[in-house]
């Protein structure tokens, strides 16, 4: 079967930097994405990883190890904005998203 | 503001009623798509319709119907639902319907449905 694994939660301090990790056992594999999503809203898209790498984008970066199944999000300079889930999802054979259970992110002062 | 907008955002209903939720993107996507989030588990695809035509139902019970007029509008109806029916039910549109790897989906803000 299809499975995405994500830690359940996580708690970091207002100014670290957090690292979400993530697995994947996929059939075929098209594509890694992250969202985000706050609490009673909408998830949005945050990055897209196709090749093996570090992709940056302001603050936040995404990896990916094609051969290990694994990818992992990197968010530095917290702010308590951060506060949110953040959802790993990969594109299958089929073009269909297989999506993680997400990991939520707490931040403290 | 995503460009996906949903209809109620909150909902209550009985076990004996007939309700719909209303999604429509004015992103110009050709695909869209029907999601349920229950707490601590998976984002569930329920439906997927590309240029008005259901490409996936994945094992949905028949107690939801969908309904694409146009690429824009996607409905999702409601008979004699169970309490474990109970979720947010999140529309999303993408441009190429999963055709292509970096086929970024836009998710609207959901409707928390609550079946009593």
């Known amino acids: 079967g299809q499975n995405i694994d994500q830690p359940t939660e996580m708690t970091a301090t207002e100014g670290a930097i957090v690292q979400i990790n993530c697995t994947y056992q996929?059939?075929?594999?098209?594509?890694l994405f992250w969202y985000q999503q706050h609490a009673g809203e909408a998830p949005t898209f945050l990055s897209y990883n196709v090749l093996d790498g570090l992709e940056e984008k302001g603050r936040f970066s995404s990896f990916l190890s094609r051969s290990k199944g694994y990818s992992y999000l990197l968010l530095k300079e917290l702010q308590m904005k951060d506060s949110a889930s953040y959802l790993c999802a990969v594109m299958d054979s089929n073009y269909q998203l297989i999506w993680g259970a997400g990991t939520k992110l707490i931040i403290k002062p | 503001e995503t460009g996906v907008t949903q209809t109620p955002r909150h909902l209550v209903m009985g076990m004996t009623n007939k309700k719909s939720l209303k999604c429509e993107q004015h992103l110009g996507h050709n695909a869209m798509y029907w999601y349920k989030q229950s707490a601590k588990k998976p984002l569930e695809l329920m439906f997927v319709y590309n240029f008005k035509e259901q490409t996936e139902n994945n094992s949905v019970p028949s107690r939801f119907s969908p309904e694409c007029p146009n690429s824009s509008h996607l409905f999702l109806h409601l008979h004699t639902l169970q309490p474990e029916d109970s979720a947010l039910y999140l529309c999303?549109?993408?441009?190429?319907?999963?055709?292509?790897?970096?086929?970024?989906?836009?998710f609207g803000p959901g409707t928390r449905l609550t079946v009593l």
């Open positions: 999303a549109s993408s441009q190429d319907g999963g055709t292509s790897g970096s086929d970024e989906q836009f």
């Open positions: 996929t059939s075929g594999f098209n594509g």
